[in-house]
């Protein structure tokens, strides 16, 4: 089962998720079975790690996020993974607009919350830092929903 977590910029919300997803994941064993990457619409930031705002909030709750920002390929991401999973409706117009045909494929982070109800992950750039907890608060209650989900598949 292949994952890929997307967002605007790959150095906020996405690596967050692919970060606090990939945790569960290992301490659910699952490692061999579940493979976790992020991608960016946008590719502004190829190349760049996590922002460092991203990582020091992430780092507080014990996640250390190591990803290079890379755009999103249609022509390889669609076929390669099982989820594409999108951070807000921006993310999944613009993913949508490349395959509509992989409409099946992708999926709005928010619905796998089991405590938030929330309809998307909020871009935390322009913001303080509440918006980078808020991002933690709802990437970790989704990345939980999502990984039961993804039990039932496996
Ligand atoms: P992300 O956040 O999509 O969560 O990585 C953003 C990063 C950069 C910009 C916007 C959002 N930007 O405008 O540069």
Redesign the pocket.
């Known amino acids: 089962m292949k994952i890929l977590f997307v ?10 998720a692919e970060g606090v997803f990939q945790a569960l994941v290992n301490k659910a064993g699952l490692s061999e079975k579940i493979k976790v990457d992020s991608a ?1 619409t ?1 590719g ?2 190829v190349g760049e790690r996590a ?1 460092s705002r ?1 990582r020091d909030h992430a780092m507080a709750r014990g996640y250390e996020l190591t990803s290079i ?1 890379r755009k999103f390929d249609e022509h390889r991401d669609f076929e390669h993974y099982d989820k594409i999973v999108v ?1 807000d409706a921006l ?1 999944y117009r613009d993913v949508l607009e490349l395959g509509p045909e992989y409409k099946n494929k992708i999926f709005m982070m928010t619905d796998f919350c089991k405590s938030h109800n929330e309809e998307k ?1 909020p ?4 913001g303080g830092p509440a918006g980078f907890e808020k ?1 933690l608060d709802i990437v970790t209650d989704a990345s939980e929903g999502l990984l039961e989900e993804i039990k039932k598949e496996l």
């Open positions: 967002c605007l910029g790959n150095i906020c919300r996405s690596p967050t960016g946008s502004c930031h922002d991203m920002s951070m993310n992950v871009d935390p750039y322009y991002v």
